[in-house]
């Protein structure tokens, strides 16, 4: 049996990467093949994309995810230490909250992969706090930060940008780290605050439209 499907609008995976985006996609395949080709099946334990609208700049935004002047202020409250060169380090500290808690000084690290302020980061990353979660090794972290001006009509567009109206997308590769995968998605929420990506950008949109850290 033949199959075809299609979308306005999508994102092209090369080797398990989420990558640029693309208008109308088409794709056509005989059923009985397609199956016997497929390595395996993604869904949100493989690769996680989260997106959010944030009033403000896509410089602002940058900054605050790069900097621990703004990183101490939401998510988990920690300082960031990062060279935005190829191959330079990345670390993600602990707040004195999670210290109280046994967590170690070196919560995350992990590598910079592409450096393109203010629009693209990408970069490994692997958790600290759980052996288990650690053996996982390295994952793959992608930031894309662009004005929100597409699809809009010319004026709606300059006042969007006048505004700073930026959307901020974070596409995790999770396909070797089940583990992880389950706390970046929020799935294990609880007490604790374990509510991974979406707990994360949810501060950091807070903090930047308001100047307030999200109030929970």
Same mark, same amino acid.
């Given at each position: 049996?033949?199959?075809?499907?299609?979308?306005?609008?999508?994102?092209?995976?090369?080797?398990?990467?989420?990558?640029?985006?693309?208008?109308?996609?088409?794709?056509?395949? !005989?059923?009985?093949?397609?199956?016997?080709?497929?390595?395996?099946?993604?869904?949100?334990?493989?690769?996680?994309?989260?997106?959010?609208?944030?009033?403000?700049?896509?410089?602002? !935004? =940058?900054?605050?995810?790069?900097?621990?002047? *703004?990183?101490?202020?939401?998510?988990?409250?920690?300082?960031?230490?990062?060279?935005?060169?190829?191959?330079?380090a990345f670390r993600?500290?602990?707040?004195?909250?999670?210290?109280?808690?046994?967590?170690?000084?070196?919560?995350v690290d992990g590598?910079?992969?592409?450096?393109?302020?203010?629009?693209?980061?990408?970069?490994? *990353?692997?958790?600290?706090?759980?052996?288990?979660?650690?053996?996982?090794?390295?994952?793959?972290?992608?930031?894309?930060?662009?004005?929100?001006?597409?699809?809009?009509?010319?004026?709606?567009?300059?006042? =969007?940008?006048?505004?700073?109206?930026?959307?901020?997308?974070?596409?995790?590769?999770?396909?070797?780290?089940?583990?992880?995968?389950?706390?970046?998605?929020?799935?294990?929420?609880?007490?604790?605050?374990?509510?991974? =990506?979406? *707990?994360?950008?949810?501060?950091?949109?807070?903090?930047?439209?308001?100047?307030?850290?999200?109030?929970?």
């Amino acid at each position: 049996n033949k199959f075809q499907f299609g979308c306005e609008r999508g994102r092209v995976i090369e080797h398990g990467v989420v990558k640029h985006v693309v208008k109308n996609p088409n794709y056509r395949g !005989v059923s009985a093949s397609f199956w016997r080709n497929l390595s395996r099946v993604g869904d949100a334990t493989t690769v996680q994309v989260h997106r959010v609208y944030i009033r403000a700049t896509p410089e602002r !935004v =940058w900054e605050a995810i790069t900097s621990s002047e *703004w990183t101490e202020r939401y998510g988990y409250g920690g300082g960031v230490e990062i060279d935005l060169r190829p191959g330079g380090a990345f670390r993600s500290l602990a707040s004195p909250t999670l210290k109280q808690f046994g967590a170690p000084d070196v919560i995350v690290d992990g590598e910079v992969l592409e450096a393109d302020p203010p629009r693209k980061l990408v970069q490994t *990353w692997r958790l600290l706090m759980d052996p288990e979660i650690e053996a996982e090794g390295f994952t793959r972290l992608t930031y894309e930060i662009e004005p929100r001006e597409d699809g809009l009509t010319e004026v709606n567009a300059q006042i =969007w940008a006048e505004d700073g109206l930026t959307r901020l997308t974070v596409s995790h590769d999770l396909s070797q780290a089940p583990k992880l995968a389950v706390l970046t998605g929020g799935l294990s929420e609880g007490p604790g605050g374990a509510g991974g =990506w979406p *707990w994360i950008l949810s501060g950091l949109k807070s903090l930047l439209e308001t100047g307030e850290a999200m109030v929970v």
